[in-house]
């Protein structure tokens, strides 16, 4: 068993709103590996966003639009992505908030097609 080649990437980002919207901080992190002599990416993905409620926007009475304002979630989720031809293949992700306030409690799913150049 050879040495198994690991990536990671991270960001932390501010997210300035305006008219009348809280700010939100953002970190992410993803790490991840090829397997199968580089015809599957497995990786894992962790997304934190947290507002500053510095808005002036109110979601009880519904000015605020309930699915806009002061929406802070802890995420995590996975990916895999196929090569099924040279330049081809298929990829299928899934996320579950592990935290989360306001509306924010359902599982994501996608899947999509996608090219190598």
């Known amino acids: ?3 198994q080649a ?5 960001y932390l ?8 919207f809280s700010d939100e901080l953002h970190s992410f992190g993803e790490t991840g590996t090829q397997l199968w002599n580089s015809k599957l990416l497995v990786l894992g993905r962790l997304h934190w966003i947290k507002p500053l409620y510095n808005g ?3 979601a009880s009475n519904a ?3 309930i699915f806009a304002n002061n929406i802070e979630s802890f995420t995590l989720g996975g990916e895999f992505a196929i090569n099924l031809g040279t330049n081809w293949g298929v990829s299928f992700a899934a996320t579950t908030p592990l935290f989360g306030k306001i509306i924010f409690n359902g599982n994501s799913y996608s899947g999509g097609l996608f090219l190598n150049y």
């Open 56 to 58: 002036t926007l109110d």
């Open 6 to 10: 690991f990536y990671l990437k991270s």
């Open 13 to 20: 980002g501010f997210n300035n709103r305006s008219g009348g």
């Open 1 to 3: 068993m050879g040495k």
């Open 63 to 65: 000015n605020g639009a």
